[in-house]
C-alpha cells in the first residue's frame, strides 16, 4: 500500500457569527472574511507539508475547489506548477482540476502536460465531477455534467497523447479546431489516470477504462458498492480483474502517541464535515440536475412522508458526525499508530485490497505542528507495515 | 372541455393541452406547464381555440436527448405552427416561453398574425455589470418567491401541501430550464438586434410587482418591436395569468377584438 497526503487548505478563521449568519461558507461568502497575510501563512505551511511528505515517503495530493472555506486551493495546476519543482521523490496527483467548470480542456492538458515535464514524469491526473457551489463560481451549467465530464476527459486524453501535430475537436460540449499541445507528457502515452467518484454507474465506466477509482470520505458499505460495480463491469466487457493499485481511499487519518491524543487531535479534521459542508439551498439540494427529479419529494418537503425515502446525500448527511462515528464508518483512522493500522486493516478486509490510501490529514483548526507530528509518526510507525499488506 | 394529448411534431413526441373554439391562440409557457386546472385556461378558452404545449422535458414530458437549446424549441414550435388548425395565429409567450415567442415571431412565419408577450425573458438591456433577469437558480430560494409574486404569502407553493408527482414536476422543471437557458442566462445576445422584424400586431403585458424581470427591463423589450402596446397589470407580480387572471384576460380580449 501506498500514501498519498492531501490538505485541502481550509481557511477556518472566519468568526463564528459571520459563519452562522452566512447563508453559505461556500459560493457566496464575501472574500472580504480571508485576510490574505493568514492564507499566505496557510499555504506556507501547506507546502511545507507536502515537502516534508517527499522526505518521509509519502505521495502528494493537490484538489481544488473554489469561493469557500473549504480550500484555498481554486486552481490545482498552479500548486502542480510548485509541486513538480519543488519535490523531488514522490508522486504528484491531481484530484483534481474541475474539468466540468473548466471550459477548454485543451489547456487543462497543456497545464498537466506542462507538470508532468517539470516533474519529469511524477504526475498522476486525477478527474473529478464537482458540482454545487462550483457551477455557480464556474458559471457552469450543472445539468448534464456527466456527459460534459467524459467529453472533457476524452478532449484532455487525445491532447495528451496525440504526437503528430494538430487535431480537430467538433464535440458536442467542446469544439477546438487546431490541438497541439507543447510540450506532450512525459510520461507515454500520458500519466496514470484516477477519478474521485462513489457512484456505481460512473465507477463501472472507471473499470471499463482501467482508471483508478478512488473514494473521498464513503463508508465501507458506498465503497463496496463502488468497486464491486467496477469490477463487474470490467468482467461483463471481458478485461481482466483489475489489481488493489486500481482503487484508493481518502480517509482522515491522524496518528499520535496514544489513543486519546490521536481521537483528540484528528477529530479537528471532522471540522470538514461539520462546518466547510455548509451550503445553501439552491447550491446544494434544489441545484438542477444535482439529484434525480425522482428524489424531489424528499428533498422539498420539511416533513417525513410515508413511502418517501431519505434522499441519498452522502456528504450532506455526514454533518454532525462524532470521531467515534466517524471511525466507526472508516471515515477516520485515529489513534496510535498501532490503532491506526489496525483500523486501515479491518477497513481493507470490509472493502477488498486496495493500493492507495489518501490521508485527508490537515483540516479546520488542526495545527501545522499537529499536522507533521502526525504525518512523521505515520510514515515511521504505521506505513512500512502497510506496504507489507 | 381540456385534454391533453400527445401530438407528434416531425418525430418529437410533444404534449398539448387544447381548450376552447375559434382562432387559435398557441401559449408557450414559462418556467413551468400550463395547469390545466388554473381559471386563466377557462377564461382564455372563452375567446380562443387554446393550444399549449408543454417544452419538452419540463412537468412529466419526454424529452429527446438530441433536443436541448432554445434553437431547438424554436424550430419545434415553427414545425407546430404549420400543423395547427387553419387560420391566423394569435401567438402567447409567457416569461422563458416569450423568449420564445419573440424568436419565433421575429422568424416571421406565415401563420403568426399577432404576438402577445407577458412577462418576458430573451434579451439583454442592462449593461454588463447590470443582470436584466433573476438569477432563479442561484439566489435564495425565499428571495426568489419574493420577487416572484405580488402576494408571496398567497401564491408561493408550500411543498409540504404539493403531490409527490408535483414535486417532481417541479424539479423536471427546473432541470430542463437549466438546460435550455443556463448560459447565457434566459436571453440570446443577438436577439434584441432583430426584433425590429417582427412586423405583427403586439402587446407587451407585465405584471406591475415583477421581480424576476422588471416592468422596465418590459417597457425596453417593447420599445424594441415596431408598434408594440405595453401594459401593466396591478397587483401582479412575474405570473399575472394566475395572480390576476381576470385583467390578464380581459386585456387579452381587447388586444385581440381590437
Request: contains cysteine.
Amino acid at each position: 500500500m501506498q500514501a498519498w497526503y492531501l490538505n485541502e487548505n481550509p481557511y477556518p478563521f472566519v468568526p463564528p457569527h459571520v459563519l452562522d449568519a452566512a447563508e453559505s461558507v461556500r459560493g457566496s461568502l464575501p472574500n472580504k472574511y480571508c485576510d490574505p497575510k493568514i492564507a499566505a501563512d496557510l499555504f506556507q505551511e501547506a507546502l511545507d507539508e507536502y515537502l516534508l511528505c517527499d522526505d518521509i515517503g509519502i505521495n502528494v495530493v493537490s484538489n481544488e475547489h473554489h469561493a469557500g472555506i473549504n480550500c484555498l486551493f481554486g486552481a490545482s495546476p498552479l500548486i502542480l506548477g510548485i509541486l513538480a519543482r519543488q519535490t523531488r521523490n514522490v508522486r504528484i496527483l491531481s484530484l483534481g482540476t474541475l474539468i466540468t467548470v473548466r471550459t477548454d480542456p485543451v489547456r487543462v492538458a497543456e497545464e498537466y502536460a506542462t507538470a508532468d515535464v517539470i516533474s519529469r514524469g511524477r504526475l498522476e491526473i486525477g478527474f473529478v465531477k464537482s458540482g454545487g457551489t462550483e457551477m455557480a463560481s464556474g458559471n457552469a451549467n450543472p445539468v448534464g455534467i456527466v456527459d460534459r465530464f467524459w467529453e472533457a476527459i476524452d478532449l484532455i486524453l487525445k491532447a495528451l497523447s496525440h504526437r503528430e501535430g494538430p487535431f480537430s475537436w467538433e464535440g458536442k460540449h467542446f469544439t477546438h479546431r487546431h490541438v497541439n499541445i507543447w510540450p506532450g507528457p512525459w510520461q507515454q502515452p500520458h500519466p496514470p489516470l484516477w477519478a474521485a467518484t462513489g457512484d456505481p454507474t460512473t465507477s463501472a465506466e472507471l473499470g471499463r477504462r482501467g482508471i483508478v477509482n478512488v473514494m473521498v470520505f464513503r463508508t465501507a458499505e458506498e465503497t463496496a458498492r463502488a468497486w464491486g460495480s467496477y469490477r463487474k463491469a470490467r468482467a461483463e466487457a471481458g478485461l481482466p480483474a483489475p489489481g488493489p493499485d486500481r482503487f484508493g481511499h481518502t480517509a482522515f487519518v491522524y496518528t499520535g502517541d496514544t489513543d486519546e491524543e490521536g481521537v483528540r487531535v484528528g477529530g479537528k479534521l471532522l471540522w470538514f464535515l461539520n462546518t466547510a459542508l455548509r451550503s445553501a439551498p439552491q447550491y446544494s439540494k434544489f441545484l438542477p440536475g444535482a439529484v434525480p427529479a425522482e428524489l424531489a419529494p424528499a428533498l422539498y418537503t420539511t416533513k417525513p412522508r410515508p413511502g418517501v425515502p431519505a434522499a441519498a446525500r452522502p456528504a450532506a448527511g455526514l454533518i454532525g458526525i462524532t470521531a467515534e462515528q466517524a471511525m466507526a464508518k472508516g471515515l477516520m483512522f485515529a489513534g496510535n499508530p498501532d490503532s491506526v493500522y489496525r483500523q486501515i486493516r479491518e477497513y481493507r478486509e470490509r472493502v477488498g485490497p486496495f493500493e492507495h490510501l489518501v490521508l485527508a490529514s490537515r483540516s479546520g483548526f488542526m495545527t501545522h505542528g499537529e499536522a507533521t507530528k502526525g504525518l512523521r509518526l505515520f510514515a515511521r510507525e504505521v506505513l512500512p507495515r502497510l506496504r507489507e499488506l | 372541455m381540456a385534454t391533453t394529448e400527445r401530438v407528434d411534431v416531425g418525430g418529437i413526441p410533444l404534449d398539448v393541452l387544447r381548450r376552447g373554439a375559434g382562432r387559435p391562440l398557441l401559449v408557450l409557457h414559462g418556467e413551468a406547464p400550463l395547469d390545466p386546472g388554473a381559471p386563466v385556461v377557462d377564461l382564455l378558452a372563452a375567446h380562443a381555440l387554446v393550444i399549449a404545449p408543454t417544452h419538452p422535458g419540463f412537468g412529466h414530458s419526454a424529452r429527446p436527448d438530441d433536443l436541448d437549446t432554445v434553437y431547438d424549441l424554436v424550430h419545434l414550435y415553427l414545425d407546430l405552427l404549420e400543423q395547427l388548425p387553419p387560420g391566423p395565429v394569435t401567438l402567447m409567450g409567457l416569461s422563458f416561453g416569450g423568449w420564445l415567442a419573440a424568436e419565433i415571431a421575429a422568424a416571421r412565419p406565415h401563420r403568426v398574425e399577432r404576438l402577445i408577450l407577458v412577462d418576458a425573458m430573451g434579451i439583454k438591456v442592462g449593461d454588463r455589470e447590470t443582470p436584466d433577469i433573476l438569477d432563479v437558480f442561484n439566489t435564495a430560494p425565499a428571495e426568489v418567491q419574493r420577487r416572484r409574486w405580488h402576494e408571496p404569502a398567497k401564491w408561493a407553493p408550500d411543498p409540504d401541501a404539493m403531490s409527490n408527482e408535483a414535486l417532481v414536476a417541479h424539479a423536471r422543471n427546473r432541470e430542463a430550464l437549466c438546460l435550455y437557458a443556463w448560459q447565457p442566462y434566459l436571453y440570446n445576445p443577438r436577439l434584441a438586434r432583430w426584433l425590429g422584424r417582427v412586423t405583427v400586431p403586439t402587446l407587451v403585458l407585465w405584471g406591475a410587482s415583477d421581480g424576476i424581470v422588471t416592468p422596465a427591463y418590459g417597457r425596453a423589450y417593447c420599445a424594441r418591436i415596431p408598434g408594440a402596446r405595453f401594459e401593466l397589470i396591478a397587483a401582479a407580480g412575474h405570473h399575472p395569468e394566475i395572480e390576476q387572471p381576470g385583467a390578464f384576460v380581459e386585456r387579452v380580449r381587447a388586444f385581440l377584438s381590437s
